[in-house]
């Protein structure tokens, strides 16, 4: 969705951008592009590997640009940032993890069930499944998977233990969790839950929303593109309360809490990949795309 992100952004020469979920630059470069030579990109990606691929394709480019390995909350909690023109997260999971089975977030591919987005840090979805109780993993599946057989599946993943390849972990889960009828593998869900567990992704969003206003100029916007239900419903949740400002009682009939809103709501509806992007990229389907301009 880049012709959609960009046109939302509206990058001009000479901006500060930030993008906090850099990976391989494909928004970065066309943003930098856009910026120019007075502009300044600041790229943030956790995952060292993505960010040195995008260094070498950056510096390949040419323009100003500064890298940070962090998460984008971490990053944007840092007071030496500038105030920007226009923020991106492009949230969830990359193309390089994804089509790499050694870093084992898909069962399409066997590999390691490991799934950490910076792989030094933290413990891996082995350690997840393999340590936590049946009820702690009953509670990650329902709530970041949204898995409807969360308890059944926890009690076989218990019983299969140890686990320590995505293929053992996938055909564990289909045992017991059925095909839906939409023909999603039944270990979808499943795998979806430990990945944001492992990384922290929802926390860190809910953390990072706030901070990323903070970093905006005035007029500035701010680009969200969310893959599932969880991340969309908070972004959304989220533009609309900082769009309204007030959070009195509607019972009240006068705001006495005095909180003006810091954005404009620039999607009341997210924005959906065309069809011919999702023919091209099929991964692109789920995505939506939200965006706000500071007041």
Do not use: W
């Not at 990976?23 to 300044?40: E, F, N, R, T």
């Not at 480019?61 to 920007?84: C, K």
């Not at 599946?141 to 898995?147: D, P, Q």
């Not at 404009?264 to 924005?271: F, G, N, R």
Request: glycine share 8%; net charge positive.
């Amino acid at each position: 969705m880049l012709e959609a992100t960009l046109g939302l952004l509206a990058p001009q020469p000479g901006d500060r951008v930030l993008d906090g979920t850099l990976g391989l630059a494909g928004h970065g470069s066309a943003l930098l592009q856009a910026i120019g030579p007075d502009g300044v990109l600041y790229g943030v990606d956790r995952d060292p590997e993505a960010l040195a691929l995008a260094r070498r394709r950056l510096e390949a480019q040419g323009g100003r640009f500064v890298l940070l390995q962090d998460t984008f909350d971490r990053a944007l909690a840092r007071d030496d940032l500038p105030q920007f023109d226009g923020i991106l997260l492009d949230l969830g999971v990359s193309s390089l993890q994804l089509d790499t089975p050694e870093r084992g977030f898909s069962f399409a591919r066997p590999g390691p069930l490991d799934m950490r987005m910076d792989p030094s840090v933290g413990p891996s979805a082995a350690d997840l499944v393999n340590t936590a109780t049946e009820s702690e993993l009953s509670r990650i599946f329902s709530i970041y998977g949204e898995e409807p057989h969360a308890r059944r599946v926890a009690r076989e993943i218990v019983r299969c233990r140890p686990l320590t390849t995505t293929a053992e972990l996938a055909a564990c889960v289909s045992r017991v969790a059925g095909r839906s009828r939409s023909g999603v593998h039944p270990a979808t869900r499943v795998f979806q839950a430990l990945r944001i567990a492992v990384n922290d992704e929802l926390d860190g969003l809910d953390r990072a929303l706030p901070l990323a206003v903070q970093h905006l100029a005035p007029g500035g916007r701010l680009a969200i593109l969310s893959f599932h239900s969880l991340e969309d419903r908070r972004v959304k949740q989220f533009i609309r309360a900082e769009a309204k400002g007030c959070t009195c009682p509607p019972r009240l009939p006068a705001c006495v809490c005095g909180r003006q809103p810091r954005l404009v709501d620039l999607t009341s509806k997210p924005v959906l990949a065309a069809p011919d992007e999702v023919a091209a990229n099929p991964r692109s389907r789920s995505a939506r795309l939200r965006g706000a301009r500071r007041v």
